[in-house]
């Protein structure tokens, strides 16, 4: 029943678009996020559709399938089209390749992503910078999303203490940019990664920096954390900011010359900051807040209304409470962003 009652991608595209009507049979939520042009989601008058062609289809074109058998029993001329939404979607890209369209396919469906944002991070690079507890989880979910280019900067070596919440890293001893970039390979083996196993400074970073578009800052000191900002504002790399103690993060993004950055916050670096060796962390803290700096990149290079900016979201993990501080935009009296 099967083969007569499907039609396949390459026959649907070849019939004339006032020969058919498309019908989608998935939930109002999933045609508002992404569907074929021309589907309608609704219809009204069945009775009026004897005569027209009707396609029928669904996600993976499994449940359209039971649908076009049904309106066929009732007398029309009902068809579901082969697999479905994500078959059309892969008919599309000339980028990427069926692997590819596999592999991303619950993210492509978002409206919000897309094939065109697919492709998008396909082509995109994003630097990490310190492969810790937020450059490990930020690192595999960049991977796993599909970003083209993933750059790894970091002079440490792994020991022991850090495997409680660097979840990238299995051995003690080895570089830490050299170990994530061996786990974001044995993630996705379609992207290209590089480690910089050594520090990043004033004297490196124009270069490095030239060949990304997006930077995420995972170290973790605050003397740091203000290097990156200056140099990223002087060199007109977007980036994002997080950071984490204890069960407390905070993530903010910044776009240089347009939106806020960390001295428009504090003009200088706060002395006797905490640290992770001095006051302590719980490897979740550092996982989520990882994460959101991954989602950030993500939503950047797809989608880029939605972004931290002008403000920081500030997360306790120990009473799940958040609150998002509004920033107000570049301080006047910043030293970097007016340099």
Request: proline share 2%.
């Amino acid at each position: 029943m099967n083969d007569e009652i499907e039609i396949s991608i390459e026959s649907f595209l070849k019939l004339t678009k006032d020969s058919f009507l498309l019908i989608d049979i998935r939930s109002e939520a999933s045609y508002q996020q992404g569907h074929i042009e021309g589907a309608v989601l609704t219809y009204k008058d069945v009775g009026a559709l004897r005569d027209t062609k009707l396609i029928f289809y669904c996600q993976y074109g499994i449940e359209s399938i039971e649908t076009a058998a049904y309106f066929r029993k009732c007398g029309y001329d009902a068809y579901s089209l082969q697999g479905g939404y994500a078959a059309w979607l892969k008919e599309q890209s000339e980028f990427l390749d069926i692997d590819e369209l596999e592999r991303y396919d619950r993210q492509i469906t978002l409206a919000q992503i897309g094939l065109i944002g697919q492709e998008k991070l396909k082509r995109s690079g994003v630097l990490i910078i310190g492969a810790g507890g937020l450059g490990c989880p930020c690192g595999m979910y960049l991977a796993a999303a599909g970003v083209g280019r993933i750059g790894i900067i970091d002079h440490d070596e792994v020991c022991l203490s850090n495997l409680n919440r660097q979840i990238a890293h299995r051995e003690v001893g080895i570089n830490k940019a050299l170990s994530l970039k061996n786990t974001l390979s044995g993630i996705n083996d379609k992207i290209e990664i590089t480690a910089y196993p050594y520090r990043f400074s004033e004297e490196n970073a124009e270069e490095i920096l030239d060949g990304y578009d997006f930077v995420i800052d995972c170290t973790d000191t605050a003397e740091t954390k203000f290097m990156v900002n200056d140099l990223c504002v002087r060199c007109d790399k977007p980036y994002c900011y997080g950071g984490v103690i204890g069960f407390e993060g905070q993530v903010m993004t910044v776009i240089p010359h347009k939106t806020a950055c960390l001295r428009c916050i504090f003009e200088e670096p706060p002395t006797g900051c905490e640290t992770c060796e001095s006051h302590g962390i719980i490897g979740a803290s550092a996982g989520i807040i990882g994460s959101i700096q991954a989602l950030e990149a993500v939503k950047y290079i797809t989608s880029p209304e939605n972004i931290l900016t002008n403000k920081m979201f500030i997360f306790n993990m120990l009473t799940m409470r958040s609150r998002i501080v509004e920033l107000g935009g570049i301080n006047n009296r910043c030293s970097i962003c007016h340099e």
